[in-house]
């Protein structure tokens, strides 16, 4: 059986990845995992199951290759075993749960965990992280049941477990999870001092004008290096909305303009997506003048709540973000936003 260590050092050796310390670093942690859930289960009237080992919880600086590791990690598994972003998971969480009550069931949680356990024995977490009250009120008795039922949880995050939720509202109730990760969880630093992802971009082109076949093709070229091929989805849901992220993986979406700014959407909706990633591509971005005014003050609302959450933005558009929008009501305020997408395009933006 191949192991995690043997992997990565593949990987460096045919060029795909390069040796970083730190990294190499976490790779006993993830070994010992791989290898117990390597195990089979044996069952029996007098057998009792083992103690499914601990799991771990991978946090440091963005880009320092934790998703690229829990990649590797979960290829190697021969075990059930899913991986998905934390927001995705908490969202089909809450959409169970509320399908649950919708039939009459008192406590909405236990069929949840259940159905999730039963199908899974280990949970790869990406980018975990409590921002949302209704989240923070329903994890601890989640986890608790999903850790009872022997499913090991593995997750990255960029936060150590105690800034989780941190100042968030009723905290006090949210504690008690925090202890519980800790104490299921091995909770390891992956304190590389290279960020990859910004380093990808650190320098280049992000912003690309006019929108012709250059640019989509640069674009792509971005894309496949920040994903690697890979791609998933993301609803999220706000206020009863659903707001599709069809092309998404590992904290990276990509969207056409209209998907964001053609639709009704309001803060509500661009606050949580600037939550829910880290790098986001739009693509075609028209001109902007008084005969698509609501989708210029949506495009406007969508880049304020980008900027402050310090998403990192690559664009394509029919012009330069000072000739974007140049007549009609509006154009004043729009300065600052013309201001804002060129200061996103430094190559040290979103730094953190």
Not at 112 to 124: E, N, T
């Amino acid at each position: 059986m191949t192991t995690l260590p043997e992997i990565y050092a593949a990987r460096i050796a045919d060029g795909r990845l390069t040796h970083d310390t730190a990294q190499e670093a976490v790779l006993p942690e993830f070994e010992r995992i791989r290898a117990a859930i390597a195990q089979p289960v044996k069952k029996g009237l007098f057998r009792k199951a083992p103690e499914p080992p601990k799991g771990l919880y991978l946090w440091g600086g963005v880009g320092r290759g934790k998703s690229m590791l829990m990649d590797l990690f979960v290829e190697s598994l021969n075990a059930p075993a899913r991986r998905v972003h934390f927001h995705a998971f908490m969202q089909e969480i809450h959409a169970a749960i509320h399908a649950a009550r919708q039939r009459g069931v008192e406590d909405a949680i236990k069929p949840v965990a259940k159905s999730v356990s039963d199908s899974v024995r280990l949970l790869a977490f990406d980018e975990m992280q409590i921002t949302d009250i209704t989240d923070a009120m329903i994890v601890g008795r989640l986890f608790e049941q999903l850790f009872a039922a022997g499913v090991v949880v593995v997750t990255t995050s960029n936060r150590v477990p105690d800034d989780l939720y941190k100042d968030g509202l009723n905290r006090q109730i949210f504690l008690p999870f925090i202890d519980m990760l800790k104490t299921r969880m091995v909770v390891q630093e992956l304190a590389s001092p290279t960020d990859y992802r910004q380093d990808r971009l650190s320098g280049a082109q992000v912003y690309f004008a006019p929108n012709d076949a250059a640019a989509k093709t640069e674009i792509n070229r971005i894309w496949e290096e920040l994903t690697h091929g890979q791609q998933d989805s993301l609803t999220l849901f706000v206020q009863g909305r659903e707001v599709e992220l069809p092309r998404f993986h590992n904290g990276v979406a990509r969207v056409k303009f209209y998907d964001l700014c053609g639709k009704m959407l309001g803060p509500a909706d661009y606050l949580a997506l600037a939550d829910a990633v880290r790098v986001l591509i739009i693509e075609d971005i028209p001109r902007l003048s008084r005969s698509n005014f609501n989708e210029a003050k949506r495009f406007v609302t969508l880049i304020d709540a980008l900027y402050e959450a310090k998403v990192r933005l690559i664009v394509s558009a029919a012009a330069e973000p000072e000739m974007l929008y140049v007549e009609g009501t509006g154009t004043f305020e729009f300065e600052r936003t013309a201001s804002r997408l060129r200061e996103m395009q430094a190559a040290d933006w979103g730094e953190v």
